[in-house]
Each structure stands twice: as C-alpha cells, then as structure tokens.
C-alpha cells in the first residue's frame, strides 16, 4: 500500500455519496472509489447474515482496486457487520452510526427522534448506544420506503413528502429539538425534511464527522498527502440516479457485483 492507493466507500446504493462529498471536500487530494449496491437496496430490511455477506462482497471488490481504507457509507451495513469486516479483514475500516450522542448531550426538552432504517433501530451496536442515554427519551422512526424512493429517483415525489410528514408530525409533537438522520440516504432529504419541521428542530447526519475520522486514521496509518486524481464510481444497477445525484460531474460506470 501507498499513499496513492484510493479509499473505498461503499453503500447500499446512491445515499452513501452523502458521506463520499463530505470527505471528499475535506481530503480533495484522496483518490476514491465508490460502489453503490443499488440492486440489493435497501439493506434496512434483510437478515443480519445477509448484510454481512453483501458487505463481504462489496470489501473484496474494492479490495480488488487495492483501497487502503475502506468506509462503509451505510448506517445498516457499519451497525450489522463492521465487527465481521473488523475480524476478517487486515485493513482499516470506518463506519457510520446514527450520531445519538450530540444529539442528547445538547437536547433542551431532552426528547430526540431519529430517523432510520429497520435493520440500524433493531442491531445490538444502535441499542447500546442509545441505552447510554437514559436520560434521554429518543423517539425511534423506521423510514419505511424512503431508500427506495431516493433510489428510484423519486426524491420530490408526493409519495415521498406523504411519508415524511407521517414520520416527523408524530416527533414534533412529542417536543423533539434534535432529529438525526440514521441512513446516508436521507441527507438528500434535507431540504424538504427542513419544509416540516419547526426552525427551532436541529438537524444532525454523521457525514463531517465521518471524514473528520478518515482524515485523522490516514494521518495515524501514514497514508496522509495523496497526488490528487479522478475518483471512480460503480453501480450494478441503471446509472441514471447516481449520474444526476453526483449532478453528472463524474462518469459512472455500470458493473455486476
């Protein structure tokens, strides 16, 4: 491994670029490698067996690209099977959570909601780390459908806004300040999440705090000041969504994984 070699980030589908642009704003010099498993979206609702195996497929990949770091750009993927990939794999990984923890510690009303996908709310690493906050009454809401709508380019549908105004009317009444946004897919949601709450409700995602990490363990493990080059983008499913997400400054390229 050098410097040069890229990281990997992967997700199951489009959503993880959320967490992409946040490192790579922060690391423009860093090559990266990017795999959207959107023909297995969403990975909220399989078995823990399942997402462990399709991350599995998903590292070997990059591994194949001779990624130095890998981030699992996906909150399901980092709280069902980061510890399998940790075990398996001599390579340094960074994941994704739901970030409770700043969250609870700056609540006013001390009521929280998060937004998230069946498979994170019902893993053993989200429910030990929101048992450290009994002090805290965080309101859990599967988003249900969301993942497919943002991967089906139904992003400002009126299904979508349906939905999201059935998840966030329920938290807002129960006097939430904070609701954090437990799925990379859903910062694309932000905009119209922004039209249903109140001003006064933060917004938390996890994507600065995730480059801020990979920035840190590049510097731990020496593969700090790459030479800058193109990043890479794969899909195994119509490229379409991906290409207008990314607002068609990169190609991307369709592959069978």
Wanted: a negative charge; one cysteine or more.
């Amino acid at each position: 491994m050098t410097n040069n070699n890229p990281i990997g980030v992967f997700d199951s589908g489009i959503g993880g670029t959320s967490i992409w642009t946040a490192i790579h704003d922060l690391l423009p010099n860093e090559k990266t490698i990017y795999l959207a498993d959107s023909k297995n979206a969403p990975y909220g609702q399989k078995t823990k067996e399942e997402i462990v195996a399709l991350s599995k497929k998903n590292v070997d990949l990059l591994l194949e690209m001779n990624c130095k770091l890998i981030v699992v750009a996906c909150n399901t993927a980092t709280t069902n099977a980061i510890r399998e990939l940790r075990a398996d794999y001599d390579i340094p990984f960074i994941g994704i959570e739901p970030a409770i923890k700043p969250a609870a510690n700056n609540s006013k009303t001390q009521v929280i909601g998060i937004l998230a996908t069946k498979g994170t709310l019902n893993s053993e690493l989200f429910n030990k780390t929101a048992e450290m906050f009994q002090n805290t009454t965080i309101i859990e809401q599967v988003g249900f459908g969301l993942v497919q709508l943002i991967e089906d380019g139904n992003l400002y549908s009126p299904e979508m806004t349906q939905l999201l105004e059935s998840y966030l009317v329920p938290m807002i009444d129960a006097n939430i300040d904070y609701l954090v946004l437990g799925c990379s897919h859903y910062p694309y949601l932000i905009p119209q999440i922004k039209k249903i709450l109140p001003d006064h409700i933060q917004i938390i995602d996890s994507g600065e705090a995730v480059a801020r990490q990979t920035q840190n363990l590049l510097r731990e493990v020496g593969f700090s000041d790459a030479a800058k080059s193109e990043p890479e983008f794969y899909v195994n499913s119509d490229p379409r969504v991906l290409e207008s997400i990314l607002e068609y400054k990169y190609p991307v390229v369709k592959k069978d994984f």
